[in-house]
């Protein structure tokens, strides 16, 4: 004969309190004493009590789940919007930023719904599925500049968190890195090394953070007096790496020294400069930015830009977190700083 499952009724005898004061911790009402509430707690695991979710949520109007929105402009075709997902899903930036949002929802127990929203009808979903209650907030990463979402979900007042900061003001919170300065690091660096011919192979310019790493990367090499450093734009994969360093070698020959907004991009720089008889560092210095795992699998390691990606991811769900449950109802912005992580490729 099967163990009849704890009740309420169970956890409050083993704690000490009242049913009503077991209901309060459970459904996460803050005006309990915190030693109260660890001693329930302690009672929930002992007698292993497992709160009904559906009664809970009738409770407290939540779900314990959050949209988490890979998004984008334009409308693309159904095949596109596959491809879409399916680079995203590939690419290690995505992974880190799951682990970082996971780490923090988990010990709430909160759990990330993925969606992708690539299409103004995907977008729309979005809005609708919050608006409906399916999820209690939306942790958003916009990969388009011209990303009409992030304004969507302000103009609903929809609890909203991004990741970078919006191209346009919007009245949400968001966490982004200080790319400028990320920008200014390699510079130093690579000019410090007695780099003098150098080139760069920015991200895609339609979005913020490639403008904001070219910008502070070719304002500290004009403080330097280079005044012109050629550029390719590339698209944040290897491919278009490796690509962008075949032409600028073809147009630069005597390059020295190269820049790349993001790791994977630096991988396939690397690749072409092997290749093509470079050596790295001797020949041609190269540096990246993100700290991803490819900058330890890179041959050579990556010298790289780091962008605390699970950090940010953190901090943007325990904002959300907090906008959910009412301690905080301003936008708030989250900068990070970033870092130089010298390996052996410059």
Do not use: K, W
């Not at 909203?160 to 982004?176: E, K, T």
């Amino acid at each position: 004969m099967s163990r009849q499952a704890p009740t309420l009724e169970d956890v409050a005898r083993e704690a000490g309190v009242s049913r009503a004061t077991v209901s309060r911790v459970v459904n996460g009402v803050r005006n309990v004493d915190p030693a109260i509430q660890d001693s329930v707690r302690r009672a929930i695991s002992r007698t292993g009590y497992a709160p009904n979710q559906a009664a809970r949520s009738l409770v407290t109007r939540r779900t314990e789940t959050v949209a988490l929105v890979v998004s984008g402009a334009g409308d693309v075709s159904d095949e596109e919007q596959n491809a879409f997902a399916a680079r995203v899903v590939a690419d290690p930036f995505f992974g880190r930023v799951v682990s970082g949002v996971v780490g923090q929802l988990r010990p709430r127990s909160m759990h990330p719904v993925l969606m992708f929203a690539e299409t103004d009808e995907a977008r729309h979903e979005v809005v609708t599925y919050l608006r409906q209650g399916s999820a209690d907030g939306a942790l958003v990463v916009s990969t388009h500049a011209d990303d009409p979402l992030p304004a969507l979900l302000a103009g609903a007042g929809l609890p909203a968190v991004l990741f970078a900061r919006p191209s346009r003001p919007v009245a949400l919170s968001y966490v982004d890195l200080a790319h400028r300065d990320g920008g200014r690091l390699a510079a130093e660096h690579l000019l410090g090394r007695g780099c003098r011919r150098i080139v760069t192979v920015s991200g895609p310019l339609a979005v913020s953070a490639s403008q904001e790493r070219l910008a502070g990367f070719r304002d500290t090499m004009a403080r330097h007096g280079h005044a012109y450093v050629p550029l390719v734009q590339g698209g944040f994969t290897v491919d278009s790496g490796a690509a962008a360093m075949t032409e600028l070698l073809a147009e630069h020959p005597d390059v020295d020294g190269v820049f790349a907004a993001n790791d994977l991009m630096a991988q396939g720089i690397c690749q072409v400069l092997r290749e093509q008889g470079r050596r790295v560092p001797h020949d041609v210095a190269v540096v990246g930015f993100d700290d991803s795992s490819v900058a330890v699998t890179c041959r050579p390691p990556l010298t790289t830009v780091r962008q605390p990606v699970e950090d940010m991811a953190a901090a943007m769900a325990r904002l959300l977190a907090e906008h959910i449950g009412g301690v905080r109802t301003e936008p708030t912005s989250v900068i990070f700083d970033p870092e130089l992580v010298v390996r052996e490729s410059a």
